[in-house]
T-cell receptor
């Protein structure tokens, strides 16, 4: 149980276009979903926390108008990278958590975004 | 603020033991996680410590000392497939978001 999927697994887009990444909890309802970004040979950096039906909470330094997060249901959250630039190229990972102790996060397989 | 430190890289021999240290200074503490991450893949959960002491799970063990702000992950009987990055993450007292350390890349050699 506790499987999280992401779609697409990889995407290449042109500079200036927008890209949407989906994160789904397949066999459970996720009270909270998290979006991370990971650059090569670096650790995960939390971008934002989203709860179903409410606005996402962004970490300091993350542009909320550039990285749009929609958490429309308890099983789906989307991250849209708007007006993508080459520096947005990264590995984007989502995770989901249940309302239970120890609030373990279940990670999706990640989405590799390359902006040309 | 949050500060979590781990060594950047470690090398060990197949069949040996490796200990990965993690020190943290955070504004609150409500648990420490260890994750394994292979290149290009998502992290997978290894262990969780919230009380002081040693948690053993097969070949992997994790230790926590809250008074010292210190944890380690012990990998025994190393296998080639254990070559990966190991991430230490702390959950602050409020909420359930995690703050990750920089990760330790472990290379297992034959």
């Amino acid at each position: 149980g506790a499987v999280v999927s992401q779609h697409p697994s990889w995407v290449i887009c042109k500079s200036g276009t927008s890209v949407k990444i989906e994160c789904r909890s397949l066999d459970f309802q996720a009270t909270t979903m998290f979006w991370y970004r990971q650059f090569p040979k670096q650790s995960l950096m939390l971008m934002a926390t989203s709860n179903e039906g409410s606005k996402a909470t962004y970490e300091q330094g993350v542009e909320k108008d550039k990285f749009l997060i929609n958490h429309a249901s308890l099983t789906l959250s989307t991250l849209t990278v708007t007006s993508a630039h080459p520096e947005d190229s990264s590995f984007y990972i989502c995770s989901a958590s249940l309302r239970r102790d120890p609030y373990e996060q279940y990670f999706g397989p990640g989405t590799r975004l390359t902006v040309t | 603020g949050q500060n979590i430190d781990q060594p950047t890289e470690m090398t060990a021999t197949e069949g040996a033991i490796v200990q990965i240290n993690c020190t943290y200074q955070t504004s609150g503490f409500n648990g420490l996680f260890w994750y394994q991450q292979h290149a290009g893949e998502a992290p997978t959960f290894l262990s969780y410590n919230v009380l002081d002491g040693l948690e053993e799970k097969g070949r992997f063990s994790s230790f926590l000392s809250r008074s010292k702000g210190y944890s380690y992950l012990l990998l025994k009987e190393l296998q080639m497939k254990d070559s990966a990055s190991y991430l230490c993450a702390v959950r602050p007292a409020a909420g359930n978001k995690l703050t990750f350390g920089g990760g330790t890349r472990v290379l297992v050699k034959p």
